[in-house]
T-cell receptor, first 110, second 113 residues
């Protein structure tokens, strides 16, 4: 069982559409992070959310941390082919290393 | 500022052999983390080194081991390679993982044949 469950596992949409991906856990996290990974590269940090209920915007990307700090969502407005990649959420485990979800693989078709 | 560097980029080994993967963290980062990413899967935590000491390890057999050198670079060793060890091995370093997250290298693609 994954500590962090991400859904959907795969998502294929047309350019210009909106989408939301989710990251859920039964555990409370002090913070959650979102990364994007492109083929042949390591993941790149997009955002860190720390406060329950927090909303952060990064251009067309909106990140939300659940009030109970057990879940997070990533919403992309007007998706573009450049948004294609594997989106990973991660959180600190027992104040040690970071644990990652299995990711959502997004494909945006032109 | 140089990022996290990993070598080699690709490595092909025969089942039963040993593999050694290397990682240099960002200057000033004392912690190095190793993750395994099998095809189509997420990142599985392998090892965490800080200040030359192993701080934590994931649910992997003892044939996965490593070390951190005085300059904070790190080595991951995989002994008695098995076919299922084929994966992308990612190294990351961090100044403060909770606030600034990890900076990852591009990984070493290990193929066991």
């Amino acid at each position: 069982t994954q500590l962090l469950e991400q859904s959907p596992q795969f998502l294929s949409i047309q350019e210009g559409e909106n989408l939301t991906v989710y990251c859920n856990s039964s555990s409370v996290f002090s913070s959650l992070q979102w990364y994007r990974q492109e083929p042949g590269e390591g993941p790149v940090l997009l955002v860190t959310v720390v406060t329950g209920g927090e909303v952060k915007k990064l251009k067309r990307l909106t990140f939300q941390f659940g009030d109970a700090r057990k879940d997070s969502s990533l919403h992309i407005t007007a998706a573009q082919p450049g948004d294609t990649g594997l989106y990973l959420c991660a959180g600190p485990y027992n104040n040690n290393d970071m644990r990652f979800g299995a990711g959502t693989r997004l494909t945006v078709k032109p | 500022e140089a990022g996290v560097t990993q070598s080699p980029t690709h490595l092909i080994k025969t089942r039963g052999q040993q593999a050694t993967l290397r990682c240099s963290p960002i200057s000033g980062h004392t912690s190095v983390y190793w993750y395994q990413q099998a095809l189509g899967l997420g990142l599985q935590f392998l090892l965490w080194y800080d200040e030359g000491e192993e701080r934590n390890r994931g649910n992997f057999p003892p044939r996965f081991s490593g070390r951190q050198f005085p300059n904070y670079s790190s080595e991951l060793n995989v002994n008695a390679l098995e076919l299922e060890d084929s994966a992308l091995y990612l190294c990351a370093s961090s100044l403060d993982r909770s606030n600034y997250g990890y900076t990852f290298g591009s990984g070493t693609r290990l193929t066991v044949v």
